[in-house]
């Protein structure tokens, strides 16, 4: 294309220089957006005038390149497209059967065969409403066998029947084996609420009671119908004031599906869960580039929130490789301001979302989310971009059977309630 266009602007010697703005202006205000917003912006070098011609994605990663570290945060969509960047494996909210899962060989060991195991599946989707379960294994999709390939299917499309069959152990009960089988028929892909706090809970050990959280996601609201939603914030507050009548001897907060939010909802879930102690003290702070250091903020625990604190002693965080961002941003928030006493992780070593990105709209139907800041700690380390290690290493994925999300079963919850 830039060919053409430098053939176009020199022919017959005319001067064509309009022509050459109109098909660059779209790249050159994201240059101009990227050298004034993007956190690494103040370092970034001028491209080659034929770069101007990249279709945005293409131009986007260009400009990221040119970050000191490796960039995986930052991205940009086209406004036309139904995309979710904040995919958890399969599952895209946006459009989606409404169901994550892994591609994994037959467990039982027994042939080499391929198998989709639900890992999760969602409120009111398709996957719900055709009787999906968390741990189902789908061994075929329309009559033809699973495979990686064919797994591509499952994302988002038509309707389909799939086979599931069941996992139970030997009469010995010495190996796993197949028990059973059936088949599900799953409507057409669709929007998919991706609800924020679906399970709340609690449990009597010998140590006294265990509340249980699940978040989903850390952002006010759903916005991707409306402009502007407090759902998922006004749901929150109602969850934390049902638990702030209860005495807990420890609280677990599970953060393996949370890899989307604001650090303003990470800071009100926080609040809630440390003591008065911590009214007025640092909960994060950002650090912008050199350009924008006037905009650098300290960021405290909301006393508001503090006021009506969970009542525990020990709080537990389960943890994955999707737990990213806001969540793990509350994660070293909490554990700075309490001590590793009080804070325990269980799980598997988060994603290591070191900054906080920022959408940027515009009139060429692109929006552009940059990383326009470090969300550091109280004293600026912002060194975290290996992930955070749990306390406590447990993988989910290696266990043969899975059970929902707050049955005491579950292992990583259950690794918890052993432990109190």
């Known amino acids: ?25 779209r790249d050159h205000w994201m240059m101009e957006v990227m050298q004034r917003e993007y956190l690494w912006g103040d370092q970034m070098k001028e491209l080659e005038w034929r770069d101007y011609f990249a279709k945005p994605t293409d131009f986007f990663a260009k400009l990221t390149a040119q970050a000191p570290i490796s960039d995986t945060w930052s991205w940009c969509s086209i406004d036309t497209l139904m995309e979710d960047h904040h995919e958890r494996g399969y599952f895209n909210h946006l459009d989606s059967y409404g169901m994550d899962f892994v591609v994994m060989v037959d467990p039982t060991g027994g042939t080499s065969r391929q198998y989709g195991r639900v890992m999760t599946v969602y409120a009111d989707s398709p996957a719900a409403r055709a009787g999906l379960q968390r741990g189902d294994f789908i061994s075929s999709v329309d009559g033809s066998k699973f495979t990686s390939t064919l797994a591509k299917r499952l994302i988002n499309g038509k309707k389909h029947t799939l086979g599931i069959e069941q996992l139970g152990y030997s009469a010995e009960e010495t190996a796993p084996v197949w028990t059973g089988s059936k088949t599900l028929d799953i409507e057409a892909s669709e929007y998919v609420e991706d609800v924020a706090f679906p399970v709340h809970n ?6 006294g009671t265990v509340g249980y959280l699940l978040c989903n996601r850390l952002t006010e609201g759903p916005t991707e119908k409306a402009a502007a939603s407090t759902a ?3 749901a929150l507050d109602a969850v934390m004031a049902a638990f702030s009548t209860r005495t807990f001897s420890a609280f677990v907060l599970d953060l393996r599906l949370c890899n989307d939010g604001t650090i303003d909802m990470a800071r009100r879930l926080a609040s809630y869960l440390v003591g008065t102690d911590q009214k007025g003290s640092t909960f994060a702070r950002t650090i912008y580039n050199s350009a924008n250091a006037s905009r650098n903020a300290t960021i405290t625990f909301d006393d508001n929130c503090i006021d009506r604190h969970l ?9 994955s490789g999707h737990t990213s961002g806001a969540a793990e941003w509350l994660i070293r928030g909490i554990r700075k301001a309490k001590g590793n006493d009080y804070v325990i992780t ?4 988060t994603n290591g979302q070191v900054v906080m990105t920022s959408a940027i709209p515009s009139s060429y139907q692109v929006t552009l989310h940059p990383a326009v800041c470090y969300v550091a700690d109280v004293d600026g380390d912002h060194d975290y971009a290996a992930g955070l290690t749990p306390d406590i290493d447990v993988d989910e994925q290696t266990t ?12 990583l919850l259950n690794a918890i309630l052993t432990r109190e």
Do not use: N
């Not at 059977?401 to 292992?411: A, I, K, N, S």
């Open 346 to 349: 269980v799980g598997k070593t």
């Open 400 to 411: 043969l059977f899975l059970y929902p999300y707050g049955d005491t079963r579950e292992v």
């Open 1 to 25: 294309m830039w060919a053409v266009a430098a053939l176009m602007l020199t022919a017959c010697g005319e001067d064509r220089t309009h022509e050459y703005e109109e098909l660059t202006v």
């Open 232 to 234: 998922y914030r006004d």
């Open 202 to 207: 609690s449990y009597e050990t010998s140590s």
């Open 311 to 319: 009542d525990i002693q020990t709080l537990y965080i389960i943890t």
